[in-house]
């Protein structure tokens, strides 16, 4: 099994509904990160966080880890055409110790109908 | 912006031949991560540089993959011979991580392997 396990694996909303996706780990998170990534490309770094119960944002897309950190969620409000690809949470579960070895989910892929 | 640069961004390549990636991190980023993303899948760490130096190397398979970063800059990848299952995205990134902690990292944008 997956030690990031992502939800949901894929997502189809309308353009400007809500939508929340989430990433949760069997370990303690000591670094999270969302990135985004278009079929094809490299990955986007979106934000990274690091206290649990630290909240951050980047426009419409709103990421938390919550205070056990063992689950983030990303949270985009009235989403866009813009915001489709596929989102992946990424982790150091190393205990802080790696010099920033990520193990990713498997990625959520979002479509966003006009 | 700085960016993390990679080439070529496709590689058409025949089994059992040889296949080598390049990459340039941002300047002055000291680590750099090379990952392997399967189709459908989350990338998965190959081999990770602090400096010239290898820090991890535990999953990438050492009879075919080779790694090195001679300058502590750029880095090249190599497969010899190459099979069909390393069919794959190969990744590169980079952060300012100069020991253990949280960093942000960067990622290139691929360099996409089709072995036929």
């Known amino acids: 099994s997956q030690e990031l396990e992502q939800s949901p694996q894929s997502l189809i909303v309308q353009e400007g509904k809500n939508l929340t996706i989430n990433c949760t780990s069997s370990k303690t998170l000591y670094g999270l990160y969302w990135y985004k990534q278009k079929y094809g490309e490299g990955l986007i770094f979106l934000m990274m966080l690091q206290k649990g119960g630290e909240e951050k944002s980047h426009e419409k897309i709103t990421a938390k880890l919550d205070e056990k950190k063992q689950q983030s969620s990303l949270h985009i409000t009235a989403s866009q055409p813009s915001h489709a690809g596929i989102y992946l949470c990424?982790?150091?579960?190393?205990?802080?110790?790696?010099?920033?070895?990520?193990?990713f989910g498997q990625g959520t892929i979002l479509t966003v109908h006009p | 912006e700085a960016e993390v640069a990679q080439s070529p961004r496709y590689k058409i390549t025949e089994k059992s031949q040889a296949v080598a990636f390049w990459c340039d991190p941002i300047?002055?980023?000291?680590?750099l991560y090379w990952y392997r993303q399967i189709l459908g899948q989350g990338p998965e760490l190959l081999v990770q540089f602090q400096d010239e130096s290898v820090v991890d190397d535990s999953q990438l398979p050492k009879d075919r993959f080779s790694a090195e970063r001679l300058k502590g800059v750029d880095s090249t990848l190599k497969i010899q011979p190459a099979e069909l299952g390393d069919s794959a995205m190969y990744l590169c990134?980079?952060?300012?991580?100069?020991?253990?902690?949280?960093?942000?990292?960067?990622f290139g944008p691929g360099t996409r392997l089709t072995v036929t």
């Open positions: 990424g982790a150091d579960l190393s205990g802080g110790t790696s010099y920033g070895k990520l193990t």
């Open positions: 300047s002055g980023h000291a680590t």
């Open positions: 990134a980079s952060s300012p991580a100069n020991g253990p902690g949280i960093y942000e990292q960067y």
